[in-house]
């Protein structure tokens, strides 16, 4: 495995009201270097939990996942 940090992290509603989608962006770094990853998803946990899986599985210059 690799170690991957978490910089930052934010969070946004996409449209207002209680059906709006949410978008995760992270800040992270490996020892690749910083990046970023994000998702998107009804439910703000799960939409957090897409983007640092996401940061977790990609490696600098592979963009496949």
Same mark, same amino acid.
């Given at each position: 495995? &690799? $170690? $991957? *940090?978490? +910089? !930052?992290? #934010?969070? &946004? !509603? +996409?449209? /207002? =009201?209680? #059906? #709006?989608?949410?978008?995760?962006? $992270?800040?992270?770094? /490996?020892?690749? =270097?910083?990046?970023?990853? !994000? =998702?998107? &998803?009804? !439910? %703000? %946990?799960?939409? %957090? +939990? +897409?983007? $640092?899986? *996401?940061?977790?599985? /990609? *490696?600098? =210059?592979? %963009? #496949? *996942?």
């Amino acid at each position: 495995g &690799h $170690v $991957v *940090r978490i +910089l !930052s992290l #934010s969070q &946004h !509603s +996409l449209t /207002t =009201g209680n #059906s #709006s989608e949410a978008i995760t962006h $992270v800040e992270y770094d /490996t020892d690749d =270097g910083p990046n970023w990853a !994000s =998702g998107r &998803h009804h !439910s %703000t %946990t799960e939409a %957090t +939990l +897409l983007a $640092v899986m *996401r940061a977790a599985n /990609t *490696r600098r =210059g592979d %963009t #496949s *996942r």
